[in-house]
C-alpha cells in the first residue's frame, strides 16, 4: 500500500480552477501528478451523474473547483455546485464511499499556489484512505 | 395467422405486475383471440420440465416481472431468454431492480440476519438459516443460492423492450401488446411508454418558481390542491421521471416516487434528482443549505428507491 498512487479526477471550471491550474503550471509550483483535470464550462456544469461515473470506473477521488461564491462567470453556477455537492456526499455516505473522496474548493484565477496546495492535500487525503473499493463487486 | 405464444414469469417481485397484466380488462380477451399463453406459473400448472422440453426460440414473446435475486431467477431468465423471440422486461424490478433492489444497501449476511434473527417476530435461538443444500431421511434438498446483490433482467440476459411502472399501468401494458399484436415493433431497447418526456410535462397541477426552504415528508403536511408537490417542499420525482402513467399520484396529492423510470436518454435516475432538487434550494449560506440538506433523511433510498441494481454504483460498498 505506500507506493498506491491514487487516481483523482478535478473537474476544473473554466473562469477560475483552469485558469489557477494553469497559472500553477506557468509559476512553476510543484504539485502532486495523481490529479487529471477535466476542463468544463462552470463547476455548476457538473452534473452528479459525472461524479458517479468517475468513481464507478476507478477514480479513487474526485475534485470539483469551481469560482468563489459571487465570481461566477454566469452569475450563479457556482452556487448550484454549493448546494449539489453536500447532498451528493450524504447520498455517497449512504453507499458505502467515505465523502472525503469528493471534494468541492473555490480557486480563483489568481490561485495557482492554491491550486497545488489543493492538489496536494487531496492527494495525501486518499493515500491515507487506500484505494477505493469500486468496481471490486460481484 | 398462427396465434402469437405468450409465455409470462414471475422473478423476484412482489406480484403486484401480475395483477398489472389482468389489469388490461376486456381486452384480455382480444388477446386471447391473438395469442396462447404457453407458460404463466401463477395462474396454470407449469414445471421446469414444461419449459425446458420447449424447442429453442419457440415462444414468441416473455413477459418477464421481477429482479434477479437468486440462482432460480437467473436461470429461468436465462432458460425462457432461450425460448423465446422477443423478451420484455415487465415492470420496473425487471426494468431497475425497484424495491427489491433496495436489498444493494446490504449483503446477504445482513439481510438474512434481519429476516431470519431481528425482526420482531421471528423466534430462532439456534440461528437457523436457509442452505442451498440439505439433507433429510428422505435424501438431498436443494434450495436457489441466494445472490449479495439484486440485477436487473438485463444485467442478467439480453433484453428487446422494457415496460417501466410499478407496476405499469393498464395503458402502458396495452402498448405494449399491442405493439406485439400488431407486429409494430419499435427499435430494440426502447422503454415502452407514452411518453420520452419528463412526468411534469403531463402533470395537471400549477408550477410557478421552483425555490425551496424546507422539505417534508408526506405525513408531515396536507399539500395545498392544485399546485406543485415540489414547490411545497415535498420530494416529487416528476422532474426525474418518465411519464406516461398519466401522473396519477401527484393529482392525488402524493407525490410521485419515481417508479416508471429515468426520462429518456438519462443514465442514472437518482443522480438526475439529486442535481434537480439541489438546484431549487433556496439559500446560498453553507450553513442553510445543510439545515435543508438534513431535512431528507435517506437521500440514497429516495433517490434510488426503484433503479439502484441499474445505477451507476450498482450498490452500496460494504467494509
Redo the contacts between chains.
Keep these: 500500500m505506500d507506493n498506491f498512487e491514487p487516481r483523482i479526477v478535478a473537474f476544473c471550471c473554466n473562469w477560475c480552477s483552469y485558469a489557477g491550474a494553469d497559472l500553477a503550471g506557468t509559476a512553476r509550483i510543484q504539485y502532486s501528478p495523481n490529479i487529471r483535470v477535466i476542463r468544463v464550462m462552470c463547476s455548476g456544469r457538473v452534473d452528479p451523474l459525472f461524479v458517479l461515473k468517475a468513481l464507478s470506473i476507478g477514480a479513487d477521488g474526485v475534485l470539483i473547483l469551481g469560482c468563489h461564491p459571487g465570481d461566477c462567470h454566469y452569475i450563479e453556477g457556482n452556487y448550484k455546485t454549493l448546494r449539489r455537492i453536500p447532498l451528493l456526499k450524504k447520498m455517497l455516505k449512504q453507499l458505502g464511499i467515505e465523502e472525503e473522496r469528493v471534494r468541492l474548493e473555490w480557486i480563483s484565477a489568481s490561485e495557482g499556489a492554491k491550486f497545488a496546495e489543493v492538489a496536494n492535500n487531496f492527494t495525501q487525503t486518499m493515500k491515507n484512505l487506500g484505494p477505493s473499493s469500486l468496481g471490486s463487486f460481484k | 395467422m398462427a396465434k402469437l405464444k405468450i409465455a409470462l414469469y414471475w422473478a423476484a417481485g412482489c406480484g403486484g405486475c401480475e395483477i398489472a397484466t389482468l389489469a388490461i380488462g376486456d381486452k384480455i380477451l382480444k388477446l386471447a383471440e391473438v395469442a396462447d399463453i404457453v407458460f404463466w406459473p401463477v395462474a396454470m400448472d407449469f414445471k421446469y420440465a414444461d419449459v425446458e422440453n420447449m424447442a429453442d426460440k419457440s415462444v414468441d414473446v416473455c413477459l418477464f416481472n421481477g429482479a434477479i435475486r437468486n440462482e432460480e431467477n437467473e436461470h429461468m431468465a436465462k432458460l425462457l431468454r432461450a425460448k423465446s423471440k422477443i423478451m420484455i422486461a415487465y415492470g420496473s424490478c425487471a426494468y431497475e431492480g425497484c424495491i427489491p433492489g433496495l436489498s444493494n444497501?446490504y449483503n446477504r449476511q445482513m439481510t438474512f440476519d434481519r429476516v431470519y434473527i431481528e425482526t420482531p417476530s421471528t423466534d430462532n435461538p439456534e440461528k437457523i438459516f436457509p442452505q442451498t443444500r440439505v439433507k433429510v431421511p428422505e435424501g438431498e434438498l436443494e434450495l436457489p443460492e441466494f445472490?449479495?446483490?439484486v440485477k436487473t433482467l438485463a444485467q442478467t440476459v439480453d433484453v428487446d423492450y422494457f415496460v417501466p411502472g410499478c407496476p405499469p399501468e393498464e395503458k402502458t401494458t396495452w402498448l405494449a401488446l399491442e405493439a406485439l399484436i400488431e407486429g409494430k415493433l419499435p427499435p430494440k431497447g426502447t422503454v415502452i411508454s407514452h411518453s420520452v418526456k419528463a412526468l411534469c410535462d403531463e402533470c395537471s397541477l400549477t408550477r410557478e418558481e421552483k425555490k425551496v426552504k424546507k422539505f417534508y415528508r408526506p405525513y408531515e403536511i396536507i399539500p395545498e390542491p392544485e399546485k406543485c408537490l415540489l414547490e411545497q417542499g415535498l420530494l416529487c420525482y416528476g422532474v426525474a421521471t418518465r411519464g406516461g402513467c398519466g401522473a396519477l399520484c401527484p393529482q392525488a396529492n402524493m407525490p410521485c416516487t419515481g417508479c416508471y423510470g429515468p426520462v429518456e436518454g438519462v443514465?442514472?435516475q437518482?443522480?438526475?434528482f439529486?442535481?434537480a432538487?439541489?438546484?431549487i434550494?433556496d439559500?446560498?449560506d453553507?450553513e442553510e443549505?445543510?439545515r435543508i440538506?438534513d431535512d431528507?433523511p435517506?437521500?440514497?433510498?429516495t433517490?434510488y428507491r426503484y433503479s439502484l441494481p441499474d445505477?451507476?454504483?450498482?450498490?452500496?460498498?460494504?467494509?
Design positions: 444497501f445472490y449479495d446483490t443514465i442514472d437518482g443522480a438526475h439529486l442535481s432538487l439541489s438546484s434550494i439559500s446560498n453553507p443549505i445543510q440538506i431528507i435517506d437521500p440514497a433510498g433517490f445505477s451507476l454504483l450498482r450498490r452500496a460498498r460494504i467494509k
